[in-house]
Every structure is written in C-alpha cells, then in structure tokens.
C-alpha cells in the first residue's frame, strides 16, 4: 500500500508540473521567444507513468534500483533535451517574432487612366478629344518607355435593332481607332481590349445608365460612351 501511495502521488505531482508548464508555454514562454513544445512534457509523462506501472510489479532488486533512479532522471532529461532540441529548430526559431523590425512598404502602381469621350452612336474622336489626346501623349512619352493599353465602352442607348451586339462592337471599334491614334503619333505598340460580348462590356464598366424603371440617365449616359487610355509603368513620378 506504501508504493502504491508513493506512485499514486509521483503520478499526480508530474501530471500537475505538465498542466503548470502547459500553461506557462502557452501563456509567457511562446510570448518571450523561449522555444518549448508540450507535447515533450506529454510523452515524458506517459513514459514516468509507465516506469512507475513496472515499479509495482515484483523485480529483481537492480531492475528496481534503475526505475527508482529513472522515475525522477528520465522526464527531467526528457524535458531538458526537447527544450534544447525544440530552440535549435530553424522552423520553430522561425515563428520567433520577438526582435522582428516591421517596417510599412509602398509599392505603387504608377498607372495612369485617361478618359476620351464621344458623341452618340460614334466611333471616332471629335476635334476636341483628338487635341487632348495627342497633348497627353505629348507629355506622358517624356517620361520613356510605357505599356500603353486602350478600353472602349459605349452607353446603354438603344440601337434600333441588335442593340447590344451593335454597342459592343461600338465599344470595339473606339478603342481600335485610339490605339491607331496612338500609335501613329508615338510608334509605340498599344493593346486594344476586345469585348466578346455586351454582358462582359457592361460588368467592367462600373456606371449604371439607367434608373429602375429603366429610364437612360443622361449624365451618366455620356460618361459611358468613352475609351480608358490605361498607362502602366510611368516613371515620370517615380524617385528611385
């Protein structure tokens, strides 16, 4: 009855040290950087446990002496080992963030969107927009080589018939004749987007034309009939 009282209070005095030390992993040591996994203290534990079921049974005296010596060597080396083994890991020494410096980044785009606009049903620049357009590449091709990429779009406004194949074809025909534009003044090669359909042209083109009850909305209406001159890798503003 005195070993099993002995062995029972071995039992629950280590099961207590590996809830303490859980918690204290947990809780301050994850926190501070120190690098201990419980799951050590688990199978150390396991393994008393079973150094001690042995010890009940009926041994030769040196069996008994070695176990007796084990039940207090053996988890303290365990734990001491896996503490060592566990700060040694790069992968573990990895998720250690306490001496992390962080600092905020800024990568910027450098793109430019222009919009040109156009008269109803017309797939060509009026005087005006042509002017703006050759001032804009005027400035923006001093600031060297740039990947230039042009998006028509045209408004909800019916066509008397095939309405919605004749405005995506209108939206085609805007951004092939701004590239042509483009590239006579500049030589530079320049992407036209080419809508396959009305329902891909109007999802990327962000203003709703008409009201609920369906009504053109004529302000909105006007900005829809444009192309997007999209002007990618500027490095008119860049400082490095």
Known sequence: MKNLARYTLLFVLYTSVYFILDWIVDRVVSRSGFLIDGNILFYGLLILVLIIFFQHFKLPNESKKILSYLDLVFPISLIAIGMIVLSMNPARKAMDTSNTVYTNTFNPNYDFVLPFFFENGIDTLDVSEKDKLLELIDIFMTCGEEEIEVIGYASSRAFEGFSNSRNTQLANDRAKNVKSY???????SVNAR???????MESFRR???RDLQGNLISRSEKLNRRVEVVWSNNKCYRND
Not at 182 to 188: D, F, G, K, L, P
Not at 194 to 200: A, I, L, V
């Open 194 to 200: 080419n809508w396959n359909d009305y329902e891909e």
């Open 207 to 209: 203003i709703t034309d």
């Open 182 to 188: 483009i590239e006579a003044w500049t030589n530079s």
